[in-house]
Nanobody, 120 residues
């Protein structure tokens, strides 16, 4: 019943910008954490950024000067604003969330991913 839907991926030139969105839907009472991960071709999936319900944000050092995570509690949506994109940012970007359902169980949910390609 609980799903995450990512959007905003696509093809962009080096130095360009993209904004990814992840919306949570279903029988949700609250969201304690939403996060972004990415997996580049031939690489392991890596953590990118987290936004917690109480406003604590974490971004990995390799992208912290270029990526910004933000959220909209009313829309149950998290965003990843990416600027000054580099070819090494090319990856499938996945949304992850820890949600509290309407019967107060706790679930960890993954989206199906959105592809970001940075190329001339």
């Amino acid at each position: 019943q609980v799903q995450l839907v990512e959007s905003g991926g696509g093809l962009v030139q080096p130095g360009g910008s993209l904004r990814l969105s992840c919306a949570a839907t279903g029988s949700i009472a609250g969201i304690s954490l939403m996060a972004w991960y990415r997996q580049a071709p031939g690489k392991e999936r890596e953590f990118v950024a987290t936004d917690t319900r109480d406003g604590r944000k974490t971004v990995i050092d390799s992208v912290k000067d270029r990526f910004t995570i933000s959220g909209d509690n009313a829309k149950k949506t998290v965003y990843l604003q990416m600027s000054s994109l580099k070819p090494e940012d090319t990856a499938v970007y996945y949304c992850n969330a820890r949600v509290v359902t309407t019967d107060y169980s706790i679930l960890e949910v993954w989206g199906q991913g959105t592809l970001v390609t940075v190329s001339s």
